[in-house]
């Protein structure tokens, strides 16, 4: 069993790259491993390729002392955390490819003794199909030493950090260690407790997979019960958001917030590992998932008879296209999905979207010829309806005579009297 000095983490992604940083400014000689030559180069500049606030203090010193660097080829290391993209297929079962990929560049490099760590978000026995892979190419070694054949440990360690504070949380949050063995569990609490402050966990590693899927779909099914009070209330005629806070005083309840639908790369994904593996019992986790991605059709529906009421010449204001506040990440946001439908719906109405956070238009809206990106005070006095998707700091503290007027969809409850 190897000491472990050298980690390569293979994806520099928004997980791999802060997980790589914080390795190496804890003095662990990392290589960070991509296939993407631009993020390459950036990172061996010191370089962050996206927004992450405080990974930049942290990758430019890791660089500069010669912790860490990023190559297009897996190294051999002592301990290879794996760090790669798994989407899901057309017919919402996991697509396995990065992480074969990954498991086929590791298993060269390989001499026995080394820790390899799944931390990508995956479907149960993603981290055995991984070991499986490696293990068909290399014969030569085993996960409990059968037949006197060198050993390689296996874990899965999944990520649990927010966006926008993931280099606070990845040093504060417990973490799960799954180990296919319990020596492999051992190891990886090991390689995390270097710059992991919060309790480590160890169970097996189809529990710890399973954990990853069950904390994202927790919050996909109260945040589908919230959209679905949503829907009941706008029938009665009641404030959900009122509704909400009032049932929340009870002591045992704790309800999420409505919204336009839920967006990010994790929780609207996640709950699909979880229906695939076993569709007739997971009904609940179906069904939320159903809930929340029909919301941005309701909201839609919504905008239109806003219009229509509205007459000859309205024009939308769109506030917010992030898939959530204070962030300028647009992947998978309900938000653009409905900015588009309504541009599509109304070719002949004006669209002027506010979005803080970004620059330009994304490649979703940029082609539609009535939408266009303003800032928020012209985009409201052009407009007759206004739509709020996003409940960015920017917008909750707008002037709210600005509205007045105006036909309003608040699908955030920011502009509650
Ligand atoms: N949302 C609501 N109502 C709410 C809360 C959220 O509509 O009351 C919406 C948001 O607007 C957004 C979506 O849900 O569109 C997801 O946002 P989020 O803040 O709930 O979660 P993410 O996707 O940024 O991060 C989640 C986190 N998981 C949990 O909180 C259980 C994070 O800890 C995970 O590491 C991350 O997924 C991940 O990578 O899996």
């Known amino acids: 069993m190897n000491e472990i000095k050298t980690v390569a983490v293979i994806g520099l992604g928004y997980i791999g790259l802060p997980t790589a940083a ?43 002392q010669g912790h860490l660097k990023a190559a297009l080829d897996t190294p051999a290391a002592d301990a290879y955390i794996v760090a790669v993209p798994t989407p899901f297929k057309a017919d919402r079962s996991a697509d396995l ?46 996960l409990d030493g059968e037949g006197g054949k060198s050993i390689i440990d296996v874990a899965h360690c999944p990520e649990r950090v927010l966006p ?25 609490k090991e390689l995390y407790a270097v710059f992991c402050q919060g309790e480590i966990l160890l169970t097996d590693d189809v529990t710890a997979e399973m954990a990853k899927l069950v ?9 589908a019960f919230a959209n679905e009070l949503s829907l009941i209330s706008d029938k009665l005629g009641i404030d959900v958001w009122e509704l909400i806070r009032l049932a929340n005083h009870h002591p045992r309840v704790n309800i999420l917030q409505p919204g336009p639908g839920v967006g990010g790369h994790c929780i609207a994904v996640d709950p699909w590992f979880i229906v695939d593996v076993d569709p007739a019992n997971a009904k609940i986790i179906r069904t939320a998932r159903e809930v929340n991605d029909a919301k941005p059709e309701w909201v839609v529906e919504k905008v ?12 939308i204001a769109v506030l917010g296209l992030a898939f959530k506040a204070n962030i300028d990440d647009l992947r998978e946001s309900p938000a653009i999905e409905i900015a588009r439908s309504i541009a599509e719906a109304l ?6 979207v506010v979005e803080p956070h970004v620059q330009q238009l994304p490649k979703q809206l940029s082609a539609i010829s009535n939408v266009e990106l303003l800032q928020v005070d012209s985009a409201l006095a052009a407009s007759s309806v206004v739509v709020l998707l996003v409940d960015h ?23 509650r009297s």
């Open 393 to 415: 700091d920017e917008f909750r503290s707008l002037n709210t005579s600005l509205l007045d007027g105006k036909a309003l969809i608040d699908t955030r409850g920011v502009f």
């Open 164 to 188: 926008g504070r993931v280099m606070i949380e990845l040093v504060t949050n417990d973490r799960i260690v799954g180990g296919i063995t319990a020596r492999a569990a051992e190891r990886a």
């Open 215 to 223: 904390e994202n779909s927790f919050r996909d099914v109260n945040i």
């Open 97 to 142: 490819s990065y992480i074969e990929a990954a498991a086929n560049g590791i298993a060269p490099q390989l001499q026995g003794g080394e820790l390899i760590i799944l931390e990508s978000t995956s479907p149960p026995r993603a981290t055995r199909y991984m070991a499986d892979v490696i293990l068909a190419l290399r014969p030569d070694l085993s």
């Open 22 to 64: 914080i390795l190496a400014t804890n003095g662990l000689n990392v290589i960070g491993v991509d296939v993407n030559e631009k993020t390459i180069e950036a990172v061996n500049r010191g370089e962050v390729p996206f927004v992450e606030p405080d990974l930049g203090v942290h990758l430019s010193g890791a660089v500069s």
């Open 347 to 352: 070719p002949q109405v004006q669209i002027n």
């Open 304 to 315: 239109l008879k806003a219009v229509a009421d509205a007459g000859e010449g309205a024009a």
